[in-house]
């Protein structure tokens, strides 16, 4: 039971994908920061002994060396805690960039969960640190089967470099499913629950239950939300996204990271350069100060991003 239940975890479903995927393409080598434990590498490593290269903790060194194999023609894919990586190795990361080369970057132990390690492992605000590198996508998969869609996605299809957000740990109990007969499209995210009071934009494991968790709460009130999942971080489908949004007045944006420089300003700017924002609210939630430490109910309750603080926030801003 344990094996089929660890089959759910994103960690789990991206290494078993990176290894079909490494079976079909011979330029995938696999660069690790002594993190192989926590993402499962070990198998990888086994199976393509001359493929993976075991960095230890020294980020802006395998980074660099990433930089290398990829001006050969290989495919390098980076793993280290995104708080270290994308903080640590920023500079690296963008001279690579510089080099119009493929990399992709696998941030772990992304957002503010799991908070037990405190400040140094919560990663809030490498989407920011990353956006701004031209050739950089972002995304962040919503659970296992997201994952292995989105991890052949960058390998195959993509042109640009890749930076992966991965949660850590078990899925929520009783979490949504993707809609049925799931297809990712770049740009583009899905709609898990329907309502026309507001529309909830949010990405990850740990903020898309909270966002449902809201919207079950409001739904007792009569009060009806879309939640959206965005996998896409920093780019999005104008014409989809028109859809989406179509007269609902309400949006609401929910960061897995700090509040300034997330998906939230990312979108936002996006829809008022598309004038798409015209004659909507909007309103922002995310984190304003350092993360505290603690047990998951302890830390996003404390910040308010548990599911029944954002209900009250969302209900407050819909009855003004």
């Known amino acids: 039971m344990i094996e089929l239940d660890k089959k759910k975890w994103i960690t789990y479903s991206f290494t078993e994908s990176l290894i079909e995927n490494a079976k079909k393409n011979k330029k995938i080598i696999v660069l690790d920061a002594d993190l192989s434990d926590d993402l499962n590498l070990n198998k990888f490593s086994k199976k393509f002994p001359k493929r993976f290269i075991q960095n230890g903790i020294a980020e802006q060194d395998m980074v660099s060396m990433a930089g290398g194999l990829a001006l050969t023609g290989l495919l390098p894919i980076v793993n280290s805690f995104a708080s270290f990586l994308t903080a640590r190795a920023n500079e690296q990361i963008y001279n690579n960039s510089t080099e119009n080369t493929k990399i992709i970057y696998i941030c772990l132990y992304a957002g503010i969960l799991p908070a037990g390690a405190g400040k140094s492992h919560q990663s809030l605000r490498d989407i920011s640190l990353l956006s701004s590198i031209p050739n950089m996508k972002i995304f962040h998969p919503y659970n296992s089967i997201e994952t292995k869609k989105i991890l052949k996605h960058c390998i195959n299809s993509e042109k640009n470099n890749c930076a992966i957000r991965l949660s850590i740990g078990p899925p929520p109990n009783n979490s949504l499913n993707l809609p049925s007969k799931y297809i990712f499209k770049n740009g583009k995210g899905s709609v898990m629950t329907k309502g026309n009071d507001g529309i909830i934009f949010s990405y990850g494991q740990t903020m898309i239950n909270q966002a449902y968790g809201a919207y079950k709460i409001l739904k007792k009130d009569k009060i009806n939300i879309t939640v959206v999942n965005i996998p896409c971080i920093n780019f999005f489908n104008k014409k989809w996204l028109k859809k989406v949004i179509g007269k609902t007045k309400n949006l609401?944006?929910?960061?897995?990271?700090?509040?300034?420089?997330?998906?939230?300003?990312?979108?936002?700017?996006?829809?008022?350069?598309?004038k798409i924002l015209n004659n909507k609210t909007f309103k922002k939630f995310g984190l304003n100060e350092f993360p505290k430490c603690g047990t998951p109910e302890e830390v996003l309750r404390h910040h308010k991003l548990d599911s029944f603080s954002l209900a009250a926030k969302i209900k407050k801003e819909l009855l003004i």
């Open 252 to 274: 609401f944006f929910l960061d897995d990271h700090n509040i300034n420089g997330g998906l939230s300003d990312l979108m936002i700017s996006f829809l008022i350069d598309n």
